[in-house]
């Protein structure tokens, strides 16, 4: 069994920052990849941005240039730094973390960017 916890969401204004943690533990030998996705009102879930164990990353264009992801192995945590956020990226963001092939989520946290 395998669990995934996110934390630091919130509500900010146009143009500020927020950072988001996820850790992964249970019956873990090795994961393959941690990542955020996101599911906003009446959308389907989106990838975010990935990190594979050897720190190789990829993210949506969308958040390209403003959203940082990084992983820490020891730990079997995932970061997400967000930067510049836009009303758009309100949405509630998922953890996940691949662990022998299987796709492992979180139960989410709210980000809502408004004025």
């Known amino acids: 069994q395998v669990w995934v916890v996110e934390s630091g969401g919130g509500l900010v204004q146009p143009g500020e920052s927020l950072r988001l943690s996820c850790v992964a533990s249970?019956?873990?030998?090795?994961?393959?990849?941690m990542g955020w996705y996101r599911q906003a009102p009446g959308k389907q879930r989106e990838l975010v941005a990935t990190i594979t164990g050897g720190g190789r990353t990829d993210y949506a264009d969308s958040v390209k240039g403003r959203f940082t992801v990084s992983r820490d192995n020891t730990k079997n945590l995932v970061s997400l730094q967000m930067n510049n956020l836009k009303p758009e990226d309100t949405a509630v963001y998922y953890c996940?973390?691949?662990?022998?092939?299987?796709?492992?989520w979180g139960q989410g946290t709210q980000v809502t960017v408004s004025s």
């Open positions: 249970g019956s873990i030998f090795s994961i393959e990849a």
């Open positions: 996940q973390a691949r662990v022998r092939g299987a796709d492992y």
